[in-house]
């Protein structure tokens, strides 16, 4: 499995970025993506989820308004769309794929909604997003 993320740029205040990660290799639909954020100082932190089987979404409360996950499932491609980022957003964003089969799916997407996922199968490199005026 690889994951080629892309989008990450510096932006002022108010402005928008698009982060892209197109995953390859999946062998099911049994799998979760999330987009995670390491900001400085901080752990990294899981900000969105979205299943594999069925594209339902999880986005952290602190971030629900401003930022949207979606994917085009033919390309097994997801992005998070950022919009109104303020420079408490700045940070290393990385795409991670959790796979199996079974309760797997459902399993990682609790963790994702009650904040404790930490554990994945396969990372992205990181993009790097700055926000600053």
């Keep these: 499995v690889q994951l080629v ?23 099911s639909d049994s799998y979760l993506i999330s987009w995670f954020r390491q900001t400085p100082g901080q752990e990294r932190k899981a900000v969105s989820c979205i299943k594999g089987s069925d594209g339902f979404t999880y986005t952290v409360g602190s971030v629900k308004d401003r930022f949207i996950m ?41 963790l994702c909604a009650r904040g404790e996922l930490q554990e994945m199968d396969y990372w992205g490199k990181g993009t790097q997003v700055t926000v600053s005026p």
């Design 70 to 110: 979606s994917r085009n499932k033919t390309e097994t491609t997801v992005y998070l769309q950022m919009n109104d980022l303020t420079p408490e957003d700045t940070g290393v964003y990385y795409c991670a794929v959790g796979t199996g089969a079974g309760p797997y799916e459902a399993h990682v997407f609790r």
């Design 5 to 27: 993320e892309s989008g990450g740029g510096s932006v002022q205040p108010g402005g928008s970025l698009r982060l892209s990660c197109t995953v390859s290799g999946l062998s």
